[in-house]
T-cell receptor
Framework: SQTIHQWPATLVQPVGSPLSLECTVE??????LYWYRQAAGRGLQLLFY??????ISSEVPQNLSASRPQDWQFILSSKKLLLSDSGFYLC??????????????FGPGTRLLVL | DAKTTQPTSMDCAEGRAANLPCNHS???????VYWYRQIHSQGPQYIIH???NNETNEMASLIITEDRKSSTLILPHATLRDTAVYYC?????????FGAGTTVTVRA
């Protein structure tokens, strides 16, 4: 069966510090991978998605970036965190393909607090 | 995007069926209805999805009206662990967009 991992679970970082969040998926090959952010009291916002190694699409302009060095690995990064980057970061995977029936499965999330 | 409307909250008795309604009157013919739930401080959990026909899995049943303008998620025997925010989503592309959802509280 497929498993998705995220770490760390929680993170407290000062403004201006760098960020690296990791997501890994087991038990499936060539998945589509997604980074979402869920801010307190707000809905889910898609940040990045990837259909393959080195292929990243950005949904919103921001000071975050994403990379996919391995088929099973998706990394969210920032060089300098802003207060507004605080939130709950969720990684998700789906099967390869762009059909509307490709269900997305979420990881446990990383709660980031920028102070 | 086709928008969905859900009740803000609902209570349910443990062991009883929980029926969660969702209106999606602007849904298009090829758009799927998805349901997820999110227990506090956890990632969203996929429950079920459907296009036109009713669907059932080990977690729940999804009843979609014939005109597809509304649907109902049924948790057949609610337990305390089913307390969560339930999101009804009309899927239009690769993006998932959660609204406020329905906060379901299962009471003993």
């Amino acid at each position: 069966s497929q498993t998705i991992h995220q770490w760390p679970a929680t993170l407290v970082q000062p403004v201006g510090s760098p960020l690296s969040l990791e997501c890994t998926v087991e038990g499936t090959s060539n998945p589509n991978l997604y980074w979402y952010r869920q801010a307190a009291g707000r809905g889910l916002q898609l940040l990045f998605y990837s259909v393959g190694i080195g292929q990243i699409s950005s949904e919103v302009p921001q000071n975050l970036s994403a990379s996919r060095p391995q088929d099973w690995q998706f990394i969210l990064s920032s060089k300098k965190l802003l207060l507004s980057d605080s939130g709950f970061y969720l990684c998700a995977w789906s099967g390869a393909g762009t059909g509307l029936e490709e269900t997305q499965y979420f990881g446990p999330g990383t709660r980031l607090l920028v102070l | 995007d086709a928008k969905t409307t859900q009740p803000t909250s609902m209570d349910c008795a443990e062991g009883r069926a929980a029926n969660l309604p969702c209106n999606h009157s602007t849904i298009s013919g090829n758009e799927y209805v998805y349901w997820y739930r999110q227990i506090h401080s956890q990632g969203p959990q996929y429950i079920i999805h459907g296009l036109k026909n009713n669907e059932t899995n080990e977690m729940a049943s999804l009843i979609i009206t014939e005109d597809r303008k509304s649907s109902t998620l049924i948790l057949p025997h609610a337990t305390l662990r089913d307390t969560a925010v339930y999101y009804c989503i009309v899927r239009v592309n690769y993006k998932l967009s959660f609204g406020a959802g329905t906060t379901v509280t299962v009471r003993a």
